[in-house]
């Protein structure tokens, strides 16, 4: 029988390079030198390439949650942002429902502007009605936690820890519907009662047919989020099943 689940993500055979400049022998790093191979266009005296993601395919359904694992530098958060659109795929292709929202502890926010200005500005970025945005900002607040210990949400960004800072970014995007919602590592951060709260944000995504997929290195809340892991290594797939059985021939590798 055909699989009748609707596909939200399609990645097809797809390659990720990244391109490093590098400087060659004396002089060819300066700003002249760069200013000079910009005008005529000519190539500088080393161009390293990285292959982060090599061949990868695979399919994402409405309602899954996808943990996505490997060790550092395994090719993780490169594959979620081209997911987002953010790198191009050198070779194959990447199809996408709509427009993924990529979520990571170094999203942007404005550090001069208080919590709750950013919140209002996140909201209106993602598309929310000044009047939806006006009734959930107390609630993303809350959400957030940021305010459990003092009036942080009329305070600059500049003045939140990076927990509280990464806390708030999930809040604001974990506040709209999401066809796909990638989240890069922001369920590692705060304490065990937001990471409860999260968690389950998470599991309310997929019942409204939405897609997650969370990088962590935090097995633990893979197992408690994600039904489906895909685990890379050196920008490959060395496995995509059931979330216990890849974790399980996971550690198994990285034991050894």
Known sequence: ????????????DAHV??????????GTGSPL????????????????????????????????????IG?????????????????????????????????GV??????????????????????????QVKSQVKEIIDFSGINERGDFSSLPMRTYSSGM????????AAAKKHDVLLIDEALATG???????????VRDLR?????????SHSEQSIRDTCERCIWLESGLIRGDGPTEEVLKEYEAYVKK
Do not use: W
Request: proline share 4%; charged share 20%.
């Open 33 to 68: 030198a760069s200013f000079k191979r910009i005008v005529t266009g000519a190539k500088p005296a080393t161009l390293r390439e990285v292959h982060a993601i090599k061949g990868v395919s695979f399919v994402a359904y409405k309602g899954e949650a996808i943990g996505l």
């Open 106 to 131: 170094n999203a942007a926010l404005m550090n001069d502007l208080p919590g709750e200005r950013n919140v209002v500005l996140g909201c209106l970025a993602m598309g929310m009605s000044p009047a």
């Open 165 to 172: 800072a990464a806390r708030l970014r999930f809040s604001i």
């Open 207 to 215: 019942a409204e047919a939405g897609t997650v997929f969370l990088v």
């Open 1 to 12: 029988m055909a699989d009748q689940r609707e596909p939200t993500v399609i990645v097809d």
């Open 17 to 26: 390079v990244y391109r490093v400049h590098q400087a060659g022998s004396a």
């Open 191 to 201: 304490d065990a009662k937001f990471r409860k709260r999260s968690e389950q944000r």
């Open 71 to 103: 060790t550092n530098g395994s090719g993780k958060s490169t594959l979620l942002r081209a997911i987002a659109g953010l790198l191009p795929v050198e070779k194959g292709a990447i199809y996408a429902a709509g427009q993924p929202s990529l979520l």
